[in-house]
């Protein structure tokens, strides 16, 4: 019988806990809710060259062709509304408009999707009030992980 | 391949159930990772990530991830309480209440996912949670009345298990022994099927969408009936009209079985 408590008192610690943490824990979904200013792009692949202007050069053109088949562009203002809509411009064109985002996972992916159609996921690597860091996947040439980091702005 | 318990199980029957819930959980595994972005059948992986998020700081997420984890162990909890109170009197009963729980809780995801799914976090979370308790009462099911030898809902023990019986066959003695081969064939096909259930998942997702889930339930029931009809056939041989088969035949060996069949009968 004793165990019979020990049990109940455990599932009745776990319970408590995951409850307490949901309360105090801050949502993904909330947090990422406003507009977010690009500030820094990193390749993992280019990481550990030395600085100079040609990789300086290098990097920019990498970035120039990673962005032909992501939403990114240069110095980016990404807008997370919280009805689930992402405007990636200051002048959104109509298919700006068909664009939403949404997170999955635990919170730790974000989809953009055009219409009902995913187009994009990337990792969040990091999120609070003021930082915003994407990582993703590229293919070119080498594999390796491309980083974005924003920067929350006030509108 | 419900009906029997243990010891008196043969590696026909662990074969049979294993291949079947091994395909039922490689589709659900990678519907989820699909849909939702998470495992729902690999709990070491969570381990790692609540750790993570532990470390981070992260208390949603930490909550999130040790929920998915409870509910796994809940599902094994629920299936052992079931059959360890009901598994001697009732035993096809008391085996096929936990499948009938796991086609219930996907059965749920596959309606809630068809019709009313906004893809908010919550929701996701939510089914994510139903998906890891299935496979917790699935796991603690197949595991339970098979005396541990079939587990299908992760692959790391039965690669384990594999490397460690590849190991062995490199002796001629071990290579002999039947049932170390056994063994083999059978986390072999436990792990064939997963993959297979995985594939055919990802597949047929794109097409059929969330009535993936209704898939899994339909080879679910099929668990379920196989051994219905096998306690159904073996009563109605048991009015003696006729033709008896041998025992053999029907495997009928085991007292659970007679048990329910007379159970039936009466």
């Given amino acids: ?155 | 391949m419900l009906r029997k318990y243990s010891n008196s199980r043969s590696l026909a029957d662990n074969i049979r159930l294993g291949v079947l819930t091994a395909f039922s959980a490689g589709m659900v595994n990678i519907a989820t990772l699909i849909i939702f972005f998470a495992f729902s059948s690999n709990v070491t992986g969570h381990y790692a990530i609540l750790a993570e998020e532990i470390a981070k700081g992260n208390w949603y997420q930490v909550a999130v991830v040790f929920s998915w984890i409870f509910l796994f162990y809940f599902g094994n909890f629920t299936s052992n309480i079931i059959i360890i109170n009901y598994n001697k009197t009732h035993t096809y009963l008391a085996h096929s209440v936990p499948i009938i729980l796991e086609i219930l809780c996907l059965f749920t995801v596959g309606m809630y996912g068809s019709y009313y799914y906004n893809e908010t976090l919550q929701e996701t979370e939510v089914l994510v949670a139903l998906c890891l308790y299935a496979m917790g009462l699935q796991n603690g099911l197949t595991a339970s009345i098979s005396n541990f030898a079939v587990k299908t809902t992760h692959l790391t023990g039965a690669t384990t298990d594999l490397g460690i019986l590849s190991a062995m066959f490199t002796r001629k003695e071990y290579r002999e022994n039947e049932q170390l081969r056994g063994k083999f064939k059978l986390i072999a096909y436990i792990a064939l099927f997963y993959m297979i259930g995985g594939v055919f998942s990802g597949l047929i997702y794109f097409y059929i969408g969330f009535n993936v889930f209704f898939a899994v339930c339909l080879s679910l029931v099929v668990v379920l009936f196989y051994d219905f009809s096998k306690i159904k056939f073996y009563a109605f041989f048991k009015k003696g009209d006729g033709y008896m088969p041998r025992e053999a035949d029907i495997a009928t060996s085991d007292d659970a079985v007679s048990m329910e069949a007379k159970r039936m009968k009466d």
């Avoid at chain 1, 408590?5 to 990422?32: C, D, K, P, Q």
């Avoid at chain 1, 500030?39 to 030395?50: H, S």
């Avoid at chain 1, 990792?123 to 920067?151: C, Q, R, Y």
């Fill in chain 1, 1 to 155: 019988m004793k165990f019979h408590y020990i049990l109940a008192l455990v599932l009745m610690t776990g319970i408590v806990s995951i409850l307490f943490m949901l309360n105090v824990g801050t949502r993904h979904e909330e947090i990422i809710v406003g507009a977010w200013k690009e500030i820094k792009w990193t390749y993992e692949g280019a990481e550990d060259k030395e600085d100079t202007l040609l990789r300086a050069e290098a990097l920019k053109s990498l970035r120039s062709i990673i962005g032909q088949d992501f939403l990114i562009h240069e110095n980016e203002t990404w807008i997370f509304t919280p009805e689930g809509q992402l405007i990636t411009s200051t002048k959104p064109t109509e298919n700006d408009m068909r664009l939403r985002w949404l997170l999955k996972g635990r919170g730790n992916i974000l989809v953009i999707k055009n219409g009902d159609i995913p187009i994009e996921s990337y990792n969040i690597t990091k999120l609070n009030d003021e930082i915003l860091v994407l990582s993703f996947n590229v293919e070119i040439g080498a594999k390796g992980v491309a980083e974005l980091t924003f920067e929350r702005i006030r509108l």
